[in-house]
């Protein structure tokens, strides 16, 4: 399977910004392996679906509902509808979800058809008091569904545009965790990736792709970062 590796511009950009990106990357985009997805803020998305070729485009966030009342809402159904493919869902700087509306949020996209990307992780006191695990199991058991088609992103929130990451051991310990919990199924990593940490972050061998925010907004810089995922995790996969 190829490395995933997804940037969420959260609200961030211009659209000329982003149509620029797109064309850069579709430009770069041929002979690479890794799998592409890019986040941009709802109104991007149109633009960035019908220039993008070999990227996949996804949202940061969809209702919980199918339709109905909810004024500045936008659902599951519409971005299908726009040919959107991933939406990232429960992120931590969505403050004030809860488990449950996460849970419905990922039934109603895979529903929908679309592939959510959903995040788990702990904050800064439990990671300090080493309640990781347990925060972690909890949210596994609470948000994530048991029998469908997705991708868990693990965001430590302490480590969200901070510049800091968990080593390589607990990265590695927290995706056992997920997978004891919910089965077999894709986890990333995301929290201050950057083109310094990428190459250890290469080095964790059940880790399946990175989430990427702050890193990804610079055309040049998120490239560096492709190229080296590709020098480095695809050669070892076929190797
Ligand atoms: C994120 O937005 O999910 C994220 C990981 O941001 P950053 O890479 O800036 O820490």
């Known amino acids: 399977m190829s490395f995933l590796i997804v ?13 620029d990106f797109i064309n850069k990357l579709n430009n770069k985009s041929n002979g690479i392996t890794s799998k592409i997805v890019v986040c941009p803020p709802f109104t991007s998305l149109p633009d960035a679906i019908e220039l993008s070729d070999n990227i996949n485009i996804g949202a940061q966030n969809c ?7 909810y004024t500045g809402e936008v659902s599951a159904r ?3 509808e726009l040919e959107c493919t991933y939406v990232i869902l429960g992120h931590s700087e969505r403050i004030n979800e809860t488990d449950s509306e996460i849970k419905l949020k990922s039934e109603i996209a895979i529903e929908s058809g679309l592939h ?30 048991t029998h469908s088609e997705y991708t868990v992103a693990y965001e430590p929130l ?3 545009g901070t510049g800091y990451v968990p080593s390589n051991d607990e990265i590695a310990e927290v995706i056992e965790v997920i997978k004891s919990c919910i089965g077999e199924k894709q986890v990333i990593y995301g929290g201050s990736v950057s083109l310094e940490n990428i190459g250890s972050l290469l080095r ?9 925010g702050s890193a990804s907004l610079d055309f040049d810089y998120f490239y560096k970062i492709i190229q080296q995922v590709e020098e480095t995790y695809n050669s070892e996969i076929s190797n």
Do not use: D
């Not at 209702?63 to 009342?69: E, T, V």
């Not at 959510?116 to 949210?139: F, L, W």
């Open 158 to 160: 302490w480590a969200i």
């Open 204 to 212: 964790i061998s059940n880790l399946s792709g990175v989430l990427i």
């Open 78 to 80: 519409m971005l299908k």
């Open 7 to 19: 940037a969420n511009w959260k609200m961030n950009g211009t659209r000329s910004l982003f149509v």
């Open 116 to 145: 959510p990307i959903i995040c788990v992780g702990e904050n800064a006191e439990n990671y300090k008091s080493r309640r990781t695990k347990e925060v972690i199991v909890y949210q596994c058991k609470n948000r994530l569904l």
């Open 63 to 69: 209702h919980h509902k199918k339709y109905g009342s």
